[in-house]
């Protein structure tokens, strides 16, 4: 076996034990990642004007910090005052939807004349028992995982702002002597795309919750803000984002009042206007060209990620493609040279 | 002086600073010429020290060069289309195009003797020259001035070449 071929599986194997290691951290280092991406450019151009770095980091990083405190005190507290009644709300989810099944089916059977009762269907369906909020509201392991993640988030973005240049310098002093240049430009490459994308992904999600969280607001929605929000990241999900956007405004629809294709048809326009402009205005000026994959390609990676590892593995497959090829590209070019 | 020799009114006990020669060698090169200690310094800790053997290649002519070199110990020489066109010394600042474009190198290095090399990474200098514009522009101003009399170098050499065909 060559010897590049040794030190790269040994490398992979490094990252992936290292990775599989730090599952329960995936959080904090996802927002840890996120706030450098953020904030590096700022901490960057307070130092141009001569403010030392710990001060610098601490301006950049402070604002974020009590907003995501803030956000976070908030879930708890809706969480704490929601989760007991779920289960009731759940109940009255799926009489919502039993209701507006049978009403289809009803004009099936009138329009067609054929008798599907798939009212009976869902009726047979028990979702209380399966989402089963109780176990949910006992068990605090998950809990506890989560609130772990938050307070490590602080130290880790600030050491991530102050070391992560020294950390990536002695990496890279790794590299052996004839790979030193090829390993430097890889990852200059690498890191500019992926610093573009992400970047452009986090704006997207914030302008995308913005407008549908107004839109919501004029419509009457209960809770705008978290219907944005959750519209905000269904969008970062490439090509099914909008069929995965529709499922909260709908449920939250559904539990309430019931299905009223008015209604239906406010959510839709919201998100359209969303959609629309992200698509017309948000995608080609900030995301246009940084990934460069098929649409074919992607699609499919999108479904089957989101087979294997749900939203998360939706929302980051296309990076890490983006990653991989140019990983791939940029070794195989460097591996080609005399 | 070199490494091994210590002059009697030195402390025999104080530990040699092994960053001092790599900071001696950056401050004598026409980069950072009339650039104040301390931001050399500051660049200089940016640098990458690496150790070569006699007949190993620093860098081959057509790989993408992304960083330019100064000579800590030992000799270097430079080759295109296997001619050797220069032999370089301890303290020889080269390959600095690379700091400016994202270009195949124009030659080849070959170290002749046991040689470490400091290299200076462009994407570390222009990290560097984000944080510290000030300084950054006078480096910056180095490196044009340093390109242009190569420059000029060349166009002599080119044009001795051509009234030297004329005349023939």
């Keep these: 076996m060559k010897p590049w071929l040794t030190r790269m599986a040994v490398g992979a194997s490094i990252l992936a034990v290292t990775g599989y290691l730090l599952t329960p951290l995936w959080i904090a280092a996802l927002l840890c990642i996120l706030f450098y991406l953020l904030l590096e450019p700022i901490v960057a151009s307070l ?15 402070l604002p974020p910090l009590i907003a995501l405190t803030y956000f976070a005190a908030h879930l708890a507290d809706v969480g704490r005052e929601y989760l007991p009644q779920l ?45 089963q909020p109780e176990r949910l509201l006992a068990s605090t392991s998950w809990l506890a995982n989560v609130l772990l993640n938050l307070v490590l988030v602080p130290p880790l973005a600030w050491f991530f702002l102050r070391d992560y240049r020294s950390w990536r310098d002695q990496a890279l002093s790794t590299l052996p002597n004839h790979q030193f240049e090829l390993g430097w430009l890889m990852y200059h490459r690498v890191c500019n795309r992926l610093q573009a994308y992400l ?64 209604a239906l048809m406010e959510i839709i326009l919201v998100l ?42 939706m929302v980051l497959v296309i990076p890490l493609l983006g990653m991989l090829r140019i990983i791939v590209e940029t070794t195989y070019r460097g591996l080609q040279s005399p | 002086m070199s490494h091994s020799q210590r002059h009697l009114w030195e402390n025999p006990f104080r530990r040699k600073d092994p960053a001092s020669a790599t900071r001696e060698a950056w401050r004598n090169t026409p980069l950072l010429s009339d650039v104040p200690a301390s931001v050399c310094n500051k660049l200089v800790e940016r640098t ?55 270009a195949p190198r124009s030659a080849s290095a070959i170290a002749l003797s046991e040689a470490t090399v400091s290299f200076l990474v462009r994407f570390q200098l222009e990290e560097f020259v984000r944080h510290r ?19 000029h170098r060349g166009n002599r050499g080119s044009g001795k070449i051509i009234s030297e065909a004329t005349d023939q």
């Design chain 1, 47 to 61: 130092q141009a004007v001569g403010v030392r770095k710990d001060l610098a980091i601490a301006t950049a990083l």
């Design chain 1, 87 to 131: 289960g009731a709300d759940i109940e009255q989810l799926q009489l919502g939807i039993t209701r507006t099944v049978a009403s289809f089916d009803i004009h099936l059977e009138s329009v067609l004349g054929v008798q599907l009762q798939l009212a009976n269907q869902v009726a047979a369906l028990d979702l209380r028992g399966w989402i």
């Design chain 1, 199 to 262: 970047r452009g992904l986090v704006l997207q999600a914030l302008i995308l919750a913005s407008i549908t969280s107004v839109g919501f607001w004029l419509i009457g929605m209960p809770s705008p803000l978290l219907l944005g929000a959750l519209t905000g990241i269904a969008g970062l999900v490439p090509y099914l984002g909008p069929l995965l956007a529709m499922i909260a405004p709908v449920m939250v629809m559904i539990a309430g009042p019931g299905l009223d294709p008015g």
């Design chain 1, 272 to 313: 359209a206007v969303g959609f629309g402009f992200d698509n017309a205005v948000v995608i080609p000026f900030l995301l246009a060209g940084s990934v460069n994959l098929h649409p074919a390609v992607a699609m499919v990676a999108v479904v089957v990620a989101g087979h294997v590892g749900g939203i998360t593995g």
């Design chain 2, 48 to 102: 990458h020290l690496r150790h070569y053997q006699p007949g190993e290649y620093l860098f081959r002519e057509g790989e993408a060069g992304v960083s330019a070199a100064v000579i800590i110990s030992g000799n270097i020489a430079i080759e295109s289309d296997e001619k050797r066109i220069a032999e370089l010394q301890p303290g020889d600042f080269f390959g600095e195009s690379a700091l400016l474009q994202d």
């Design chain 2, 133 to 151: 514009p000030g300084a950054g522009l006078e480096i910056m101003t180095n490196l044009a001035r340093l390109l242009v009399a190569r420059l």
